[in-house]
């Protein structure tokens, strides 16, 4: 396999934020780089370089260590040394069927903590900006356009139903859903849009930022084309609650 096409290949890997895509490739990645493993040595100290093969194999050492760079800077090398060495000596620790579930696993902690970071100061400047909107315990931050009846606020239960018409955007301003009239159970409405409308009443208008973990979390939405960990914002009229004492 030519080196550039080695590295294109691991590079490729690496590059893709979607899971599924990560799924199919970690075999191939992990192939490949076993493949350019063949042809160099971890052991610690100057290589000695002899030509021919040894050589060779440092050129492709070279360029799967740069690509490993690019993929992630924090990887322990000795661990990876320590891996490939089992691979040859047939005493890996851990098949490659739980080496790509331990990766998934890590690889989606990772870019959820990171969205979660970055929503919280996304809402806390924007409640700073605007002294109007007010942030709940979950991170919701919800502005009062009109506030509805209060008669029976706080006191909401799961067999009511919502009569609403609202606005979806993303955070780029993307319009993904606008609904003149939806009727739903309280129970079925997002857990974000839940806490708002409890809140504001019936008859309420208002706009609220959901971070991912109240509205989609990790699983997303691919009917709405909403991918994981995304923050929503909803512009909301509630028409009509319908109470069921």
Not at 35 to 56: I, V
Not at 119 to 144: A, P
Not at 192 to 217: C, M, R
Not at 221 to 240: C, K, P, Q, R, Y
Request: net charge neutral.
């Amino acid at each position: 396999m030519p080196l550039s096409s080695l590295r294109r290949c691991v590079w490729q890997c690496c590059e893709s934020s979607d899971t599924s895509v990560i799924m199919k490739r970690f075999i191939s990645f992990a192939v490949v780089l076993l493949f350019g493993t063949m042809f160099f040595s971890c052991n610690r100290g100057k290589a000695e370089l002899d030509g021919g093969a040894d050589t060779l194999s440092y050129v492709v050492g070279l360029n799967v260590g740069h690509s490993l760079m690019e993929m992630d800077s924090t990887l322990n090398i000795e661990a990876v040394c320590a891996a490939i060495r089992d691979v040859y000596n047939g005493t890996p620790k851990m098949t490659l069927e739980e080496a790509r579930d331990y990766y998934l696993a890590e690889k989606t902690y990772f870019v959820h903590e990171k969205a979660q970071a970055y929503q919280e100061r996304f809402l806390t400047d924007l409640s700073k900006r605007d002294r109007k909107y007010v942030r709940t315990r979950s991170g919701v931050t919800y502005k009062i356009l009109k506030l509805g009846d209060q008669s029976h606020v706080g006191s909401m239960s799961s067999r009511d139903t919502i009569e609403f018409a609202y606005k979806l955007t993303n955070e780029q301003g993307r319009v993904i859903v606008e609904a003149d009239t939806l009727r739903d159970s309280y129970r079925n409405i997002l857990k974000g849009l839940q806490e708002v409308i409890k809140l504001a009443g019936d008859g309420a208008h208002f706009n609220a930022w959901l971070p991912s973990k109240t509205a989609y979390d990790v699983e997303g939405n691919s009917d709405l084309g909403i991918e994981a960990n995304t923050m929503l914002n909803f512009d909301v009229e509630v028409l009509n609650i319908k109470y069921n004492r």
